[in-house]
């Protein structure tokens, strides 16, 4: 049922991103004039998401370095996913990319951008992430929480919309790509 729904609200904000959009610059100009920018609509969907499950709402703001910040204007909207396997283990994993000087990002759960620039769903989002990360696949996908990060930065500041999700990862975990890794 939750899969079924989120194929529904994936077919309803694609439905906004017609082919005749990319046939016609007038046109394509047009509809983002009414509906808004791929990246606008990703936002929207992931704020549908928290209305149809009454889902929680998390928000964190983080003052980052220069580096980091320039980072952060790559992609405005994200997923995390808790996934875990039929041991019913977690999979967590170590980045040590700067968020300032005297701080990394550390333990973090299974996550990334939404490709808003391919026109990915958050769904083929969540499966090309678990894919790449763990080399898993997806049997069971239900939306958790609403996530919003403020990355700070001088005067300047840029925020990003996420839905966090619980999954069941099947198949034999690959190598992860990093390098601390850990199943609890």
Not at 21 to 46: F, H, N
Not at 84 to 105: I, T
């Amino acid at each position: 049922m939750i899969m079924r729904r989120t194929q529904q609200m994936n077919a309803q904000a694609q439905a906004k991103q017609t082919p005749a959009a990319t046939a016609r610059p007038e046109l394509s100009s047009l509809l983002a004039r009414v509906y808004g920018t791929t990246a606008q609509r990703t936002v929207d969907l992931i704020h549908r998401y928290a209305d149809l499950y009454s889902l929680p709402s998390f928000e964190k703001e983080w003052p980052v370095d220069p580096q980091f910040f320039a980072h952060c204007t790559k992609a405005i909207s994200f997923v995390v996913i808790a996934l875990y396997d039929s041991k019913r283990e977690f999979f967590l994993v170590y980045s040590s990319s700067q968020l300032s000087a005297n701080e990394v990002v550390g333990w973090r759960l299974i996550g990334g951008p939404i490709q808003d620039y391919k026109r990915e769903t958050i769904e083929e989002a969540v499966n090309r992430i678990v894919k790449s990360e763990v080399g898993m696949e997806v049997a069971e996908l239900e939306p958790i929480a609403t996530v919003r990060q403020l990355f700070r930065w001088g005067g300047n500041s840029i925020e990003h919309y996420g839905l966090a999700f619980i999954a069941r990862a099947v198949g034999e975990l690959k190598t992860p790509r990093y390098k601390e890794f850990k199943a609890l």
